[in-house]
């Protein structure tokens, strides 16, 4: 499908320059700055990538917060940029009554138009903490999976059965209806990229 090739290009792309970056740089140069609470990140290796990819970044006092959980609204806009190499349009029309004073409203509205993201009654619930399995259910429709295999009362068997099969659940511990946090959220990603 043109969402998974999009996500292979872009991924593939910042990759090369991420690696090219590494290249020119002189032998000496110091590690970069690293997150100040590095000792609690399980998943330091796909945060690290996610953080050189500029995906995700730490907090103002340094810290990563792995165990905060992250939001709905957070996540679309991550998807949103796992799809899109270019700056969204501004203004788009999100089909949710609830997000449209969201700050993320332009990447909701994106992901809504890709069938990454859904809603129920018409609402959104960006302000919501993400479950895991809604987490792996936008990888898998990013990846090119049939979105419509992923709604109705069969959803959630769907999802694990294809996120176990793509190992975008290797390492997780956590019940995949838990909320996901920062730390997870990054290891689905990563996951999904590899």
Known sequence: RKEAYVLKKFLCLLLAAVVAGLLILPCAAAEPTDFTDRSTIRNYNAVRMLADLGLVAGYSDGSFGPDKLIRREEVAK?????CEAEPLAQNASAPFYDSTTSWAADYIAYCAEH???????????????VTIRELA?????????????????????????????KGIYAGVSDNYDSAASRDTACLLIYNAML
């Open 78 to 82: 991550l998807m949103a940029l796992l």
């Open 115 to 129: 069938d990454i993201i859904a809603g129920s009654s018409g609402r959104f619930r960006p302000a919501d903490h």
């Open 137 to 165: 259910k936008m990888l898998l429709v990013i990846l090119g999976e049939d979105a419509s295999r992923y709604v109705g009362a069969s959803w959630a068997q769907n999802v694990d059965e294809d996120a176990f099969v």
